[in-house]
């Protein structure tokens, strides 16, 4: 079982700046990548950046340029970092994780974290 915890979320005036964070936490898996995604009311959740192995990294259009996605394998720790924030980036972001545990491939979700950013 593989547990992934949020933290960093918050209420923020437009432009400024928020650092979510998000672990795997458990036994016997490797994380193959992480990712955040998020999802406001009345919509579906989507990608807002994931990374991968080899460290690169995809990101929805809206976020290019304004969010930086890393991550630490040794921790299994993945960060985002938000800048230049807008009102429509208000969500709860979530911490995605696919992890091999044995001969399969799981994936993972966290609880969630609001992030607010009023105008």
């Excluded at 016997?28 to 991968?52: C, K």
């Excluded at 994936?107 to 969630?112: A, L, N, R, V």
Aim: hydrophobic share 35%; net charge neutral; proline share 3%.
């Amino acid at each position: 079982q593989v547990h992934l915890g949020e933290s960093g979320g918050g209420l923020v005036q437009a432009g400024g700046s928020l650092r979510l964070s998000c672990v795997a936490s458990g036994s016997g898996f490797s994380v193959d990548s992480m990712g955040w995604y998020r999802q406001a009311p009345g919509n579906t959740r989507e990608l807002v950046a994931h990374i991968f192995h080899d460290d690169s990294a995809t990101y929805t259009d809206a976020v290019k340029g304004r969010f930086t996605i890393s991550r630490d394998s040794a921790k299994n720790m993945v960060y985002l970092q938000m800048n230049s924030l807008k009102p429509d980036d208000t969500a709860v972001y979530f911490c995605n994780a696919v992890v091999t545990i044995g001969p399969r491939t799981y994936g993972y979700w966290g609880q969630g974290t609001q992030v607010t950013v009023s105008p």
